[in-house]
């Protein structure tokens, strides 16, 4: 079973310009998570999917990043324009079921590294 | 206070010998608990999940869950330079089903 692939893997733009990611969640997953990740530290959720809504974007920097996941399955993430400060990793996963489920467990793509000059 | 704690480390910890690592937690009502493990460059990729008190084998690996004291721990027996990694906690909140990650501890197992 294929698990989630992510593109770009690697990222290198300048400031101020915009910049996607890309993410396939496991075949079936129904919820889709975007995180942040920062050297030496955890992931910081930005925004979690339920098939084609956004349950959860409460942290996501709305004035410059947007998300969407058409038709429940493929997800984007965007940014613009990126700052320095944007520069980290960005990691998608997927879980199988809706997150009220106790055991509902996440798993994680390779991620895509960002660096913003 | 941070919602889910770990020492940072490293912990460093001879070939053979056992690894543990402690992780606290701050939502008493809390019923979810997961350990991943990240290699340097790497994403995270679950370990061990657990949601019951007492300890869950899995392998080299227990976890150990006390609600009452709200810590997780992760115990790895005959440790391998394989193990070499961070490792972080999850914590799923009650309130809202969310994932709360620490900042991990990152862990040196010499050979």
């Known amino acids: 079973e294929a698990g989630v692939v992510q593109s770009p893997r690697y990222k290198i733009i300048e400031k101020k310009q915009p910049v996607a990611f890309w993410c396939n969640p496991i075949?079936?997953?129904?919820?889709l998570y975007w995180y942040l990740q920062n050297l030496g530290q955890g992931p910081e959720l930005l925004i979690r999917y339920e098939n084609e809504e956004a349950v959860d974007d409460s942290q996501l920097p709305k004035d410059r990043f947007s998300a969407e996941r058409l038709k429940g399955v493929d997800s984007t993430l965007k940014i613009q324009p990126a700052e320095l400060g944007d520069s980290a990793v960005y990691l998608c996963a997927s879980s199988p079921g809706v997150t009220g489920g106790q055991t509902d467990t996440q798993y994680f793509g390779p991620g895509t590294r960002l660096t913003v000059l | 206070q941070k919602e889910v704690e770990q020492n940072s480390g490293p912990l460093s910890v001879p070939e053979g010998a056992i690894a543990s690592l402690n992780c606290t937690y701050s939502?008493?009502?809390?019923?979810?608990f997961f350990w991943y493990r990240q290699y340097s460059g790497k994403s995270p990729e679950l370990i061990m999940s657990?949601?019951s008190n007492g300890d869950k084998e899995d392998g080299r690996f227990t976890a150990q869950l006390n609600k009452a004291s709200q810590y997780v721990s992760l115990l790895i027996r005959d440790s391998q330079p394989s193990d070499s990694a961070t490792y972080l906690c999850?914590?799923?909140?009650?309130?809202?089903?969310?994932?709360?990650w620490g900042a991990g501890t990152k862990l040196i197992i010499k050979p």
């Open positions: 075949s079936g997953h129904n919820t």
């Open positions: 657990i949601y």
């Open positions: 939502d008493r009502g809390s019923q979810s």
């Open positions: 999850a914590v799923r909140k009650d309130s809202n089903y969310q994932l709360i």
